[in-house]
């Protein structure tokens, strides 16, 4: 039963560059959620997406920043022409459908350490 | 708003010692409340949570935590820790239905020494 896979697990861009980073939610699992954790701090939320829909992005950077679930395939977290303030690791979590407790229980990947050169 | 302080940015202790991390919150209700364990260069893995019921949570690797309502408090512990244990540890509030953000404190780094 594989947890919740994200790709690359290190990525650097030069900036300008764009940055596409990849999460697979557990199986069974429909809700996803990104995070951005800078260094010396602990995670900040910046989207919560179902499939195909984009339930909140309060916490995205309103710039360059996009996110998707599509129907088929995983989780993509965009961001477009980065610059230095974009280096960090970026998680990404899955929890299941509605339903009970378990909803409330967010599992996270290795996540995605970006760092822009 | 929810927040969550970890007072501790860093806690050194022996092998074989007790450990306790202190996560203090601010929330408008009784909230869910998780402990998440980040070791280098990973990602996080769920200790333990608590939602309701009893206030003493058992978690795994020997870890436990406490909600205490009166002190806003869920603390974790251990009562002896392995070298294993060095790693960031993190308290998170939430989510709860249509609140589904989670609030992660800063962190808190134990070292352990032998």
């Known amino acids: 039963n594989a947890g919740v896979m994200q790709n690359p697990r290190h990525l650097v861009r030069r900036r300008g560059q764009e940055a596409r980073l990849r999460c697979s939610p557990m199986k069974g699992h429909s809700h996803v959620y990104w995070y951005r954790q800078l260094p010396e701090e602990g995670l900040k939320f910046m989207v919560y997406?179902?499939?195909?829909?984009?339930?909140?992005e309060s916490g995205m950077p309103k710039e360059r920043f996009s996110a998707e679930f599509p129907k088929e395939g995983p989780s993509i977290l965009r961001i477009q022409q980065v610059v230095r303030g974009d280096s960090a690791a970026y998680f990404c979590a899955s929890s299941p459908p509605d339903g009970g407790s378990t909803t409330d229980t967010q599992y996270f990947g290795p996540g995605t350490r970006l760092t822009v050169l | 708003a929810q927040s969550v302080t970890q007072p501790d940015i860093h806690i050194t202790v022996s092998e074989g010692a007790s450990l306790e991390l202190r996560c203090n919150y601010s929330?408008?209700?009784?909230?869910?409340l998780f402990w998440y364990v980040q070791s280098p260069g990973q990602g996080l893995q769920l200790l333990l949570k608590y939602f309701s019921g009893d206030t003493l949570v058992q978690g795994i690797k020997g870890f436990e935590a406490e909600f205490k309502r009166s002190q806003s408090s869920f603390n974790l512990r251990k009562p002896s820790v392995h070298w294993s244990d060095a790693a960031e540890y993190f308290c998170?509030?939430?989510?709860?239905?249509?609140?589904?953000?989670?609030?992660f404190g800063a962190g808190t780094t134990v070292t352990v020494r032998a």
């Open positions: 929330y408008g209700a009784t909230p869910y």
């Open positions: 997406l179902q499939k195909e829909n984009i339930i909140d």
């Open positions: 998170a509030v939430g989510p709860r239905s249509n609140d589904y953000k989670l609030s």
